[in-house]
């Protein structure tokens, strides 16, 4: 990072758009661990503040996130573009990753705290490149792939291993499901 003018450059920062900026936030905070700088109570300095947050900053895993709120006046805006909720414009658009010490830890959080995998049953599993993972979509309707870094892969490793995984999803989804005895 370097600094011109008084300001961070080259910091990498994420800004997603919500309907409930109090509720995302703390979502961020006690799932991920996200560390909170500052809650908005107000669009800009020389508005009153109301009751609800507008906007948050928060720190995870080294980047700045600002949680901001949906601009009711966007479904009217002059472009069909402009940046939406997941919830209001019916889907996500993107992903975002993080890295956790224990994805199956943060998982149940994730999920207890009303997140949902993106398969319905899934559960967090070992990828060929050698992390385990699981994609969740947030209440907010922010997809993230939660991964844990479980071990080093050669390059030269990757091709063979993921032929196996994929004969190994065949064999599961091809094998025949036990049927009850019939009486």
Known sequence: ???????????????????????????????????????????????????????????????????????????????????????????????SVIYVADVAAVFARACAAGAQPSRPGDAPEEGYWGDRMIQIHDPFGHVWRLLERIEEVEAAALGPRLAAQIAAYRQARDAPTARPAEA
């Open 1 to 95: 990072m370097s600094i011109i003018g008084g300001q961070a450059v080259g910091q990498f920062g994420l800004a997603l758009i919500v309907q409930d900026v109090g509720a995302a936030a703390d979502f961020y905070r006690d799932v991920f661990g996200a560390q909170e700088v500052a809650r908005h109570f107000a669009p800009n300095p020389l508005d009153l503040p109301g009751p609800e947050p507008v906007a948050a900053e928060l720190r995870l895993s080294g980047i700045h996130l600002m949680v901001t709120r949906e601009n009711p006046r966007w479904r009217e805006a002059p472009r069909p573009d402009w940046p939406r909720s997941p919830r209001a414009a019916g889907a996500a658009s993107a992903y």
